[in-house]
């Protein structure tokens, strides 16, 4: 059996094209609009393959969730920066939105899908944003350590 070896580091362009293809795998009706700063041109710039496979993986979930429970008359976009200095990341919707306050610390798709894949790769962060008929924002970011 012959083990084929992921890289651990991929270009910004790539990293661009793992995040974006996560995220209109939901449906061509959501809004996605990700662009690359012109500093990812810096020669030799790469991004940790597991950090972006956390990004992609947490705002799959984000994206999910807001579908599952922003309602059916809500509409949902994401819009993102690729740069040099990190990635930014912003899911939300306009949908019945919740108290954040009021999940409850073992919740897998808040904790588990968003919060703790992007705490688990160092510069990882993600804050969630919401209220009652208020609609909800979650916010991605990887800062380079």
Known sequence: IQTIERP??????EA??????????H???????LEMHESVEEPGLVYSAEMIDALSDASGEALGNSLRHAGADASQAVVGMFCSDGIR???VDDGRGFDPHRIPGHSLGIEVGIRGRMASVPGGSASIESAPGQGTM???EWLPT
């Open 8 to 13: 651990t580091v991929i270009s910004p362009r």
């Open 16 to 25: 661009y094209l793992r995040v974006r293809e996560a995220l209109v795998s």
């Open 27 to 33: 449906g061509d009706h959501i809004e996605v609009v």
């Open 89 to 91: 990341l912003r899911i």
């Open 138 to 140: 979650v916010s991605l």
